[in-house]
T-cell receptor, first 117, second 111 residues
Framework: GAVVSQHPSRVICKSGTSVKIECRSLDFQATTMFWYRQFPKQSLMLMATSNEGSKATYEQGVEKDKFLINHASLTLSTLTVTSAHPEDSSFYIC?????????????FGPGTRLTVT | GDSVTQMEGPVTLSEEAFLTINCTYTATGYPSLFWYVQYPGEGLQLLLKATKADDKGSNKGFEATYRKETTSFHLEKGSVQVSDSAVYFCALAHNTDKLIFGTGTRLQVFP
């Protein structure tokens, strides 16, 4: 149980285009989902916290207009990278918290590799 | 601010060797501490955790003890297997959901 999927696993896009990444909790309902970004040989950095039915809370330094997050249902959150540039190339990881479990138990997706050319 | 420091890898071991991956943290108050593991092609999975000083988290033969005096949470296993090859992340969190991760340590175990 407690499986989180991400789609796509890899995406290559041209500079200036937008890319949408989906995060789904497959066998549980997630009131809260989290989006992380990971640079090579660096730690995961929390970008934003997404609560179902409300606006996402962004970490300091993360551009909310560039990284659009939507959490429209208890099993789906999306991250849209708008007007992507090469510096947005990174590994994006989502996690979800099971509403029936205690806090601090996050289940992670396998990540999405974004390359902007 | 809070931070987590863990040893750089890769750590390369032969099967049945003893494993230690060091992790130290800087934080105010008394955070919970975690070890996550990421197997190739998969998402991070919680390996073990400890919520207060002197607690020992354990799972699948791995152990880590919350040492407040040394602000450490080193991961150990007495006898590693090839199947333990993965990237290991140390992390901390306070009462919120926000996890702060270390940079990850890749473990490679050879037969």
């Amino acid at each position: 149980g407690a499986v989180v999927s991400q789609h796509p696993s890899r995406v290559i896009c041209k500079s200036g285009t937008s890319v949408k990444i989906e995060c789904r909790s497959l066998d549980f309902q997630a009131t809260t989902m989290f989006w992380y970004r990971q640079f090579p040989k660096q730690s995961l950095m929390l970008m934003a916290t997404s609560n179902e039915g409300s606006k996402a809370t962004y970490e300091q330094g993360v551009e909310k207009d560039k990284f659009l997050i939507n959490h429209a249902s208890l099993t789906l959150s999306t991250l849209t990278v708008t007007s992507a540039h090469p510096e947005d190339s990174s590994f994006y990881i989502c996690s979800a918290r099971d509403r029936l479990q205690g806090k601090n138990e996050q289940y992670f997706g396998p990540g999405t590799r974004l390359t902007v050319t | 601010g809070d931070s987590v420091t863990q040893m750089e890898g890769p750590v390369t071991l032969s099967e049945e060797a003893f494993l230690t991956i060091n992790c130290t943290y800087t934080a105010t108050g008394y955070p919970s501490l975690f070890w996550y593991v990421q197997y190739p092609g998969e998402g991070l999975q919680l390996l073990l955790k400890a919520t207060k000083a002197d607690d020992k988290g354990s799972n699948k033969g791995f152990e880590a003890t919350y040492r407040k005096e040394t602000t450490s949470f080193h991961l150990e296993k007495g006898s590693v297997q090839v199947s333990d090859s993965a990237v290991y992340f140390c992390a901390l969190a306070h009462n919120t959901d926000k996890l702060i991760f270390g940079t990850g340590t890749r473990l490679q175990v050879f037969p």
